[in-house]
């Protein structure tokens, strides 16, 4: 049984920061490569950030990029989100996600685990 856990969401002043995480059971985690999606009400689930296997390889959407990092920790089956500088914008549910295909980064289709999500809301 597959379970993805977030934690870390809360309320932050427009300019903090938060950093998320996703800690993984019930798979092979080094076999994954793990992304970060998010959703605000009324809106379509939308790719933030995601890591290859290999830690040496990021994506990032372009309206985080320069503000968010994405890490993992294998031996600790978790992936991490830093978010720095966040704006109200960024409020919304975010979800950690595992994929073992990896061809299609951002396309929440191609995932095949999901978190149930954290929040995160900014307030201006």
């Known amino acids: 049984q597959v379970q993805l856990v977030e934690s870390g969401g809360g309320l932050v002043q427009a300019g903090g920061s938060l950093r998320l995480s996703c800690a993984a059971s019930?798979?092979?985690?080094?076999?994954?490569?793990m992304g970060w999606f998010r959703q605000a009400p009324g809106k379509e689930r939308e790719f933030v950030a995601a890591?290859?296997?290999?830690?040496?390889?990021?994506y990032y959407a372009d309206s985080v990029k320069g503000r968010f990092t994405i890490s993992r920790d294998n031996a600790r089956r978790t992936v991490y989100l830093q978010m720095n500088s966040l704006k109200p914008e960024d409020t919304a549910l975010y979800y950690c996600?595992?994929?073992?295909?990896?061809?299609?980064?951002?396309?929440?289709?191609?995932?095949?685990?999901w978190g149930q999500g954290t929040q995160v809301t900014v307030s201006s």
């Open positions: 890591i290859r296997r290999s830690a040496g390889g990021t």
């Open positions: 996600a595992a994929d073992s295909d990896g061809t299609r980064w951002v396309a929440a289709t191609e995932y095949d685990y």
């Open positions: 019930g798979l092979t985690f080094s076999w994954y490569c």
